[in-house]
């Protein structure tokens, strides 16, 4: 089976690329709905009598039946699907391979080579193929064996540590962050696997595990821990280096405000209308703020539950927002707007096109 002619190019920069997708449930199919969006060609390979698990993760679900989480990071390809432990079916994948610049897997190690698609088969067939793996624990990894899910990444990797309102409630991110950082660190890797193909003829081996991802996103929190010698903890909305940096409530709702510069905070300070506050010594630099970082909110909180959240706020040029639902998020005409314009096309939904 020689790749299949699409009925329409879609524009972008990755117009002429070529994916065969073989990975399922979040990270791979994540990474290669990105491609997708930049218009590359992806083939979506799937078990026959189910497909990928996160179609029957619902509800809800949309009219097709499959659920609405499956729509979240398959859009913009087309699927087939192949017993891999068939040799008919098999022999049709290698087929697909050889016409493919990529492929993106996110099979346990080793499973591959057991069906008879291992590294050196892959590369015999196309040896300027990008082979994109996602790993729970690593290659090589003591855990290599072991089934990875987003939320046992998470506790493993430390970020239940540091999220939630204290260290007594071990809280996961809202969103599968494993999963999603993973997708977004492997698409990277393949973009520059795929430079390297176009210069050199030779295509290799690109693997981010969740691990690995997820404990990259500890970012300030590790040297903080490194440099400061302090073992990170849970703050709720606070941030561990910068204050204000937290929900506070005004009068008739609550305010989310950053200031993350001392020009940033005068501005919060003219803005409420206690200008003085800025050069007080207990305020005056960052440093001093987080020190000092209760007594500020007192003095903003007294404040702002004086007036409502909009009052100065919509105009100026400090970080501010009510935290929101994400209803009206969704449905915000302007990151719509900006979404479809920046894609170039419609994005499939469960009744069709976004408009």
């Given amino acids: 089976m020689s790749w299949p002619e699409r009925d ?88 697909l391979v050889a016409d493919a610049d990529i492929l993106v897997e996110n099979f346990l190690p080793g499973t591959l080579a057991r069906l008879g698609l291992g590294d050196e088969i892959l590369e015999a067939r196309n040896p300027r193929l990008v082979h994109a793996v996602v790993s729970g624990y690593g290659s090589g990894s003591t855990r290599e064996s072991w089934p990875a899910l987003d939320f046992v990444i998470q506790a493993h990797a430390g970020i239940l540590s540091i999220t939630g309102e204290s260290s007594d409630s071990r809280v996961k991110a809202g969103v599968p962050i494993a999963d999603l950082s993973a997708g977004l660190f492997v698409t990277i890797g393949i973009l520059a696997a795929l430079r390297r193909a176009e210069d050199t003829g030779v295509g290799g081996r690109v693997e981010v595990s969740l691990a690995e991802s997820c404990g990259a996103l500890l970012v300030n929190q590790a040297m903080n821990y490194l440099i400061g010698g302090t073992e990170p903890r849970a703050l709720g909305n606070t941030h561990p280096n910068v204050a204000p940096y937290q929900v506070v409530r005004a009068g008739d709702r609550d305010l989310a405000l950053a200031a993350t510069s ?94």
């Avoid at 619902?58 to 979240?72: H, K």
């Fill in 8 to 95: 329409e190019p879609m524009p972008g920069p990755l117009a002429d690329v070529r994916v065969l997708d073989l990975s399922r449930i979040l990270a791979g199919p994540f990474a290669t709905q990105v491609l997708a969006d930049l218009g590359a060609d992806v083939i979506k390979v799937e078990r026959p009598g189910g497909g990928d698990e996160t179609r029957r993760w619902g509800p809800p679900f949309a009219a097709s039946g499959d659920a609405a989480y499956f729509y979240a990071c398959n859009r913009g390809r087309r699927s087939i699907t192949a017993d891999l432990r068939s040799d008919e079916d098999s022999a049709m994948l290698l087929e």
């Fill in 262 to 355: 001392d020009a940033q905070f005068a501005r919060l300070c003219h803005v409420i209308e206690m200008p003085a506050l800025a050069s007080d010594e207990r305020f005056a630099s960052n440093a001093e703020r987080v020190a000092n970082r209760d007594e500020l909110e007192s003095v903003l909180r007294g404040r702002l539950s004086e007036r409502p959240a909009a009052s100065g706020f919509a105009r100026s040029t400090r970080p501010a927002s009510p935290p929101r639902s994400l209803t009206p998020c969704a449905i915000c005409s302007r990151i719509r707007t900006r979404a479809l314009a920046s894609s170039g096309k419609c994005w499939p939904t469960a009744s069709g096109c976004a408009s």
